[in-house]
């Protein structure tokens, strides 16, 4: 008779993320941003909260949310913001809060 071992690896794991993120008038000073963010090279378990930014000009960029991101995944992005203005862009770690490729 075998006896089943489970192993628990501690180890580091470097991820790539890809974006394509867009935003555009939803109407009634609202935003819509969607799109999606791609986490991958991972294990299966690895898990990173991701912050998302908008950026409004060159340097001036606000952290409006974060998602949850686990092994290699692609996740679909789609929410409304209320917002002064139009971002220029939507991107994921602006500030490179997650160690990344």
């Not at 489970?6 to 939803?26: E, F, N, Q």
């Not at 991701?50 to 789609?78: C, H, S, V, W």
């Amino acid at each position: 008779m075998t006896q089943a071992r489970t192993y628990l690896h501690h180890g580091t794991a470097i991820p790539r993320y890809a974006s394509k993120l867009s935003v555009t008038d939803a109407g009634g000073g609202k935003y819509h941003v969607s799109g999606t963010i791609t986490q991958s090279e991972v294990p299966d378990g690895f898990a990173v909260v991701m912050p998302l930014y908008l950026q409004f000009d060159k340097g001036n960029i606000a952290r409006f949310a974060a998602t949850a991101l686990i092994g290699n995944t692609t996740k679909e992005i789609n929410v409304d913001v209320p917002l002064p203005r139009k971002p220029q862009a939507v991107l994921i770690n602006a500030n490179h809060d997650v160690l990344a490729r």
